[in-house]
């Protein structure tokens, strides 16, 4: 299968009571816990080593390397641990375990892709390019925020 081949459905996921992990304390995961935290703190966070930025969001944090073991109990995985042949391999325990997971920077690897998102109040507008053109998917929520800034778009 290509990359151009891949499907993924719009939804929105009850994450309600729900233990999402983050694996992964360097950029990459930052930058992706910083969009979680939007919308959860339920949301354990493991790695050797953490930035700063990362260990100032709402979570709790497990500084240890992984082991499949750290998988049990949750209901969705965000793997950005940097390290490819890691990450697949991370990707394949959470699969054998049912886990819905999301392999940053490799859509091949993923159940599940981030949009681009707007977020106000109880009103999430999210931009997705089916795992193609993340830069476009940014690009076309920045514009839409644009306009709500600028009231041509009202969400209240």
Do not use: W
């Not at 939804?11 to 304390?25: A, D, F, M, W, Y």
């Not at 990459?28 to 260990?55: D, L, S």
């Not at 599940?112 to 999430?124: L, N, Q, R």
């Amino acid at each position: 299968m290509k990359r151009e081949d891949l499907l993924f459905l719009p939804i929105s996921i009850n994450i309600t009571n729900k233990k999402i992990l983050l694996i992964g304390g360097g950029k990459v995961a930052t930058h992706k816990g910083q969009i979680i935290a939007r919308f959860a703190q339920n949301v354990t966070v493991i790695a050797p080593e953490f930035t700063e930025e990362i260990k100032s969001l709402p979570f709790s944090f497990i500084e240890k390397t992984y082991h499949p073991s750290d998988l049990e109990g949750y209901f969705l995985v965000y793997v950005c641990t940097g390290e490819h042949e890691l990450n697949e391999q991370i990707k394949a325990d959470a699969e054998q375990l049912g886990i819905l997971t999301s392999v940053c920077d490799a859509p091949m690897l993923c159940d599940f892709v981030s949009p681009a998102i707007h977020k106000s109040g109880h009103i999430t507008i999210s931009v997705a390019s089916n795992a193609q053109n993340v830069y476009k998917s940014v690009e076309i929520r920045n514009q839409i925020t644009e306009l709500i800034n600028q009231g041509v778009i009202n969400i209240d």
